[in-house]
């Protein structure tokens, strides 16, 4: 009974003083508090920071060089993280995030100079970008270098928090996310794959129906639908001989920025569109 209670008490303190501290979760507890596979937990989990009303709701984009969203990374390129967080009458705003290596759970890649409000923390040799004092605003952002060739898919993991003010737990609601980004060929070989597929996926904006299209001098497997988590909604299998075109219906799809990925036998291309 004793033990238990030093257990919980030992819970709720870390709960308490993980995004009400001004020195960030990890600098001040060194533990990664994103929900990743490697977390003990977040605040929301446990039940500590909690009763807020704010409808929080974090998110998460990785974007190119032409601030376009990315499911794959070419290794060595460089990209920007962004980071929300939603809420309707929050006083300030925490949050924590971290790149993991599928398999394994390493650190993935490297973050850039952190801004003003912002550090870069270190814990069991992964960075986490977090924030270093409360912050005002509501969106946080970061370049990241993505690893070498042959690292694998990685997923970032974010949690955040919306809170009123009061420096207790009470009356706060943090959230967690994650977005999975597949590894991708190397720019010049990316370049190459482009030609031959030549991928188009259209319209742009679509509420019923997209059209997919590549070229027919190419062997195509298999086209999948997924959104910025990674989660997939749709998978075709492509038969030998088929038509190189495919009508998709969306109209079921919930409302957002999804992508088409074809994996043929020259490689994969990925498209984006936009389900109104």
Not at 81 to 88: F, P
Not at 190 to 197: L, S, T
Request: net charge negative; aromatic share 10%.
């Amino acid at each position: 009974m004793k033990k238990n209670l030093h257990i919980l008490l030992f819970a709720l303190f870390g709960c308490y003083v993980w995004f009400g501290n001004a020195s960030g979760p990890g600098a001040f507890q060194n533990l990664d508090r994103t929900g990743s596979p490697v977390s003990p937990g977040y605040c929301g989990v446990s039940s500590c920071h909690g009763g807020g009303s704010f409808g929080t709701a974090v998110s998460m984009e990785l974007l190119d060089a032409n601030q376009e969203n990315v499911t794959e990374y070419v290794p060595g390129e460089q990209y920007r993280l962004v980071i929300s967080i939603a809420a309707q009458g929050a006083q300030n705003y925490g949050f924590q995030a971290v790149a993991l290596l599928d398999g394994g759970n390493e650190g993935a890649g490297e973050f850039g100079e952190a801004g003003a409000g912002t550090q870069i923390t270190n814990i069991d040799n992964r960075e986490y970008f977090e924030h270093s004092s409360p912050s005002t605003a509501s969106s946080f952002e970061i370049d990241w270098v993505a690893p070498e060739t042959g690292s694998g898919d990685i997923t970032f993991y974010a949690a955040g928090n919306a809170v009123n003010g009061n420096f207790q737990p009470s009356g706060d609601e943090p959230d967690t996310t994650s977005l999975k980004v597949m590894e991708g060929l190397s720019s010049g070989i990316y370049d190459r794959v482009a030609q031959i597929v030549n991928l188009e996926v259209y319209p742009s904006t679509a509420q019923h129906e997209i059209t997919s299209r590549w070229s027919p001098e190419i062997t195509a497997d298999k086209l999948t639908i997924n959104d910025l988590t990674g989660k997939i909604y749709y998978i075709e299998d492509i038969q030998t001989g088929v038509s190189a075109a495919l009508n998709i219906p969306v109209y079921s799809l919930p409302s957002g920025i999804y992508f088409v990925r074809l994996t043929t036998s020259a490689g994969m291309q990925t498209r984006k569109f936009v389900k109104l």
